[in-house]
């Protein structure tokens, strides 16, 4: 595997190369995110649409790529470093093809001793979106990577310890709103900065429908049992997606979802968790990864 160390990664990003690196949500395909070509480089790999802007990852100096205000202060002084970005007016500074011709910018400080190494060597803040080719599951561990990016440079850095992506809060308004529910519960920004509306008034992009997808069809149901019992009766290749232990099931969905798909399972049945903190986000890359896939047809008799 071609895995390579911080320092090396740092100096490959500040030469305009692409690298997977670790975070503690998920493994990101990481740009110089001050470099046009290298961000543009991303999309090419990624297969992403252009107008999908991109997370700049910083260590600790949001200012010097948005416009901060006493709300992005006070949940920058509680939540970072952490799985929370937030969405800004941009400075000139940040390149256009970071944020896909958007006036705003995603910022986060990634809570990786990992990532932040890398962020610290490299002496630039690094684009990266989640390492994996658009719409498919995000990766945990250095051999999704792989899987997805063969030959791409990677930093190990272990399983992520999240497991699903950062909280997009769009700041960039009057109201705050939430654009995707992640590693930092609503809940805890709602206790810093009273109500946050659940949907942006600029839709994200990667929010789309049909997100987050395996080849295997994915059935959410409120009795998960006898939905499982219903299509292995029907002649399906079932697994049972257990959501009993929430932090549990964000940890391992992504690595659950791949190994699935890899043991040819066609139909993943899973219940809820509960629809708070955590649990919001699980709920919310369930439902993207049952979207848009129908169970493959079955005769009457149970053959294909
Ligand atoms: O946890 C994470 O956030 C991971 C790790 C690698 O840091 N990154 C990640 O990146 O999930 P990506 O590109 O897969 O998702 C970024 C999300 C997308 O939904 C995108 O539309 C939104 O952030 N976003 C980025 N810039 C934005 C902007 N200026 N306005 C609105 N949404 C934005
Ligand atoms: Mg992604």
Redesign the pocket.
């Known amino acids: 595997m071609p895995l390579v160390s911080a320092r090396e990664a740092a100096v490959l990003l500040r030469s305009g190369e692409l690298v997977g690196i670790p975070?503690e949500?998920?493994?990101?395909l990481a740009a110089n995110g001050l470099d046009p070509a290298a961000i543009r480089q991303v999309y090419a790999r990624k297969g992403r649409p252009a107008d999908?802007?991109?997370?700049l990852?910083v260590l600790d100096d949001p200012d010097e790529y948005a416009i901060m205000d006493d709300r992005a202060w006070a949940l920058v002084a509680a939540f970072w470093p952490g799985?929370l970005?937030l969405?800004l007016p941009r400075r000139a500074s940040v390149p256009p093809e970071l944020?896909g011709g958007?006036r705003?910018?995603?910022v986060?400080s990634?809570d990786h001793p990992v990532a932040r190494e890398v962020l610290r060597l490299a002496r630039v803040p690094v684009a990266?979106?989640?390492a994996n080719r658009f719409g498919r599951v995000?990766p945990t561990t250095a051999a999704h990577v792989l899987a997805e990016f063969p030959g791409l440079p990677v930093v190990d850095g272990g399983p992520c310890h999240v497991g699903v992506?950062?909280t997009?809060l769009?700041l960039s308004g009057p109201e705050p709103a939430l654009?995707?529910p992640?590693?930092i519960p609503v809940e805890a920004l709602e206790d810093q900065l009273g109500p946050v509306a659940r949907v942006?008034a600029?839709p994200?992009?990667?929010?789309h429908e049909s997100h987050y997808a395996p080849r295997a069809a994915v059935v959410v149901a409120d009795d998960p049992e006898a939905e499982a019992a219903r299509l292995g009766a029907a002649g399906y290749r079932v697994a049972r997606l257990d959501t009993s232990d929430t932090a549990e099931v964000a940890r391992h969905l992504y690595a659950w979802l791949r190994a699935f798909e890899d043991d040819g399972v066609e139909v993943i049945v899973a219940g809820r968790c509960p629809d708070s903190g955590l649990g919001r986000a699980v709920n919310d890359r369930l439902r993207r990864a049952g979207a848009g896939r129908s169970l493959p047809i079955r005769s009457e008799n149970g053959t294909p």
Do not use: C, N
């Open positions: 975070t949500t998920v493994y990101g999908h802007p991109l997370i990852h799985p970005t969405v944020t958007h705003t910018v995603a986060r990634p990266a979106p989640s995000s992506e950062s997009v769009d654009l995707r992640g590693g942006g600029t994200s992009p990667g929010t």
